[in-house]
């Protein structure tokens, strides 16, 4: 048994040290100290301890957490990885992870449609290539189908493999086999594959 002898707050954050037998034990946020009601004269035994200990590290991991939440939407795996890099404890990360999906903070499904549909927008990613960069990021792979399905309809891989060829063919010039293997083989490493693709020749190029 450990008697709280002193409790100091800091002055740069809002964490206060707390001294256990006149000997610093722990750094705590102000939510720790209170939910525990902590006080000087108060005895604590090694269940305690513990449970200070592992509320305290969730604490710290929440906050992690929703720091990076704020620089910008992530996956639970990614989220589950920066955890992991920061030594958290798995049951510490899993209950962090737990209450961000409880929240509405954490959402694989929204954010792997919005990144999809970023990729698409902005770097005319294929059906392949989306596939393969929410697999990066850790959604799991009935999530994926279901997104992707969603988003690349037959209307839009259309679309976006004209704007492609567009693009690339800018003065609208009749071109060779060389260059439009070129252009297909850059198509192809967008992540369109030849049943997308072949469509688009057909009524361009009268292949």
């Known amino acids: 048994m450990k008697i709280v002898t002193n409790i100091k707050r800091n002055k740069n954050n809002n964490r206060v040290s707390i001294f256990l037998d006149e000997i610093y034990f722990l750094s705590v946020s102000e939510y720790v100290l209170n939910k525990n009601n902590i006080s000087i004269g108060m005895k604590i035994n090694d269940f305690d301890i513990d449970k200070i200990n592992f509320e305290n590290n969730l604490s710290k991991a929440k906050e992690c957490a929703l720091n990076l939440l704020a620089i910008r939407a992530r996956s639970s795996s990614e989220i589950k990885n920066k955890l992991i890099k920061k030594k958290f404890s798995n049951e510490v990360i ?35 290539a989306a596939k393969n ?75």
């Open 94 to 128: 899993f209950n962090v992870i737990e209450h961000l999906k409880k929240n509405k903070l954490l959402d694989d499904y929204e954010f792997a449609k919005m990144f999809a549909n970023h990729n698409l927008k902005n770097k005319k990613l294929g059906p392949l």
């Open 133 to 207: 960069e929410l697999f990066k990021k850790g959604i799991d792979q009935s999530t994926i189908e279901i997104v992707v399905s969603k988003i690349y309809d037959n209307k839009t891989k259309y679309n976006i493999i004209r704007e492609i060829f567009e693009k690339k063919n800018k003065i609208n010039k009749k071109m060779d086999k060389k260059e439009l293997n070129k252009i297909i083989n850059y198509i192809r490493r967008k992540g369109f594959n030849w049943e997308d693709i072949q469509p688009v020749v057909v009524k361009y190029f009268e292949i």
